[in-house]
């Protein structure tokens, strides 16, 4: 086996000399790509929805496109696409042959220069803007590649897409690593930021807490920094009273994980004052869960250090 670098192994493979790597920065990857649909209010609709985004200038007749849409509107799916270049595969096929056979997307940015509308007609061109030299991270040894592309409206720049990738080996896990893994059947923590914290301060207090827009009033879930509705900054909390019914739900078979036991329900549920939340549905067997069921708020301890909103079926009398 070769020598590593920092300290990792490469598998069996010898590292690449980074100037065959360097050579593939500003090889173009696509050029005068066209999107496969224009912009269009259905798709708009759609990724609103999803969102749970109901801010009214992605609505009617003088609708614009979410700016967070930009990359939708060049996406392929499983077709091809004219305008495409080899050079994205070539840089891969020389990584993978050199052991680098893993990837994991690991940020990108975006910058939006005018609204898309309906109707729009999408062409996008890319190129590799940059490889990195060889990093070591905890997931293991690789290259970083940045990708920019920009989306265009008749030839007018719309939005630009940053987008990086790592490409590396495996690291080999450590003792530590090892026993983290044995360690598995502790249920994973949530993502506490700014922006929620107060919600899982709530949690801690048995009490569930529901954003209030002080301006318009409305109310929001999950958390946001602002109102979908009128754009307000400025907000405050009510605690929900608990009753709720089944909106929606599905039953997790696979895949196996040691902190769930599955067949276990997960459910969007609607609390009685409008807003809806995904939790686990106890009460009840998997399988006899239904849509309109009653359901009342509980706190589950899931461990020493961690409790979570469920919501328990409400036998009828």
Known sequence: MSAGVAGQEFMGHEPLAYE?????????????????????????????????????????PDAIAPPTMLQAWTMAGLTSYEGRSPAHDE????????????VVATDCEQEYLRPLRPGDAITYDSVIESVSPLKTTKLGTGHFITTRMNVRVGGEVAGTHLFRILKYTPAKRSSSQAAAKKDRGRRPRPVVNRDNAGFWEGVAEHRLLIQRCRACETLRFPWLPGCNTCGGQEWDTVAASGEGTVYSYVVMHHPPFPAFDPPYAVGLIELAEGVRIVSNVVGVPSDKVRIGMPVRLEFLAVDDELELPVFRVVEEV
């Open 91 to 102: 840089l891969f096929a020389l990584l993978d042959g050199a052991g680098y056979t893993s």
């Open 20 to 60: 065959k790597l360097k050579a593939f920065e500003g090889r173009v990857a696509a050029t005068e790509a066209a999107g496969l649909d224009p912009v269009n209010a259905p798709m708009i609709r759609h990724w609103c929805e999803a969102m749970g985004d109901t801010n009214p200038a992605y609505q009617g």
